[in-house]
């Protein structure tokens, strides 16, 4: 079956880096669009970022530009996010999400999620 496990979650200060990964299974990673998405406590759950099957076409929420990097390694059914330049406002549960219905590029809905790994910023 379809799982994404993700890590690389933690307590960061703000101006500090973390490097979330995503390691997926069950299907044919190089086939499918990838994304993150985080929530905040109270908050919608947000799109962060995506990446095309390929891996060089990129997709990322405003605030995340110039911050994030999405990135993947087929080879090893990993999906990455670089995030450097950390907020506060960056605190929340980051979620990896596979698009497995070909929806379009960016994709518009995604099939599956992960478990999410935390990401806390100190001000």
């Known amino acids: 079956q379809v799982q994404l496990v993700e890590s690389g979650g933690g307590l960061v200060q703000a101006g500090g880096s973390l490097r979330l990964s995503c390691a997926a299974s069950?299907?044919?990673?190089?086939?499918?669009?990838m994304a993150w998405f985080r929530q905040a406590p109270g908050k919608e759950r947000e799109f962060v970022a995506a990446?095309?099957?390929?891996?060089?076409?990129?997709d990322y929420v405003d605030s995340a530009k110039g911050r994030f990097t999405i990135s993947r390694d087929n080879a090893k059914n990993l999906v990455f996010l670089q995030m450097n330049s950390l907020k506060y406002e960056d605190t929340a549960a980051y979620y990896c999400?596979?698009?497995?219905?070909?929806?379009?590029?960016?994709?518009?809905?995604?099939?599956?999620w992960g478990q999410g790994t935390q990401v806390t910023v100190s001000s």
């Open positions: 069950g299907f044919r990673f190089s086939d499918y669009a």
């Open positions: 999400a596979a698009d497995l219905s070909y929806t379009g590029w960016p994709p518009s809905e995604y099939d599956y």
């Open positions: 990446i095309c099957w390929r891996g060089d076409c990129y």
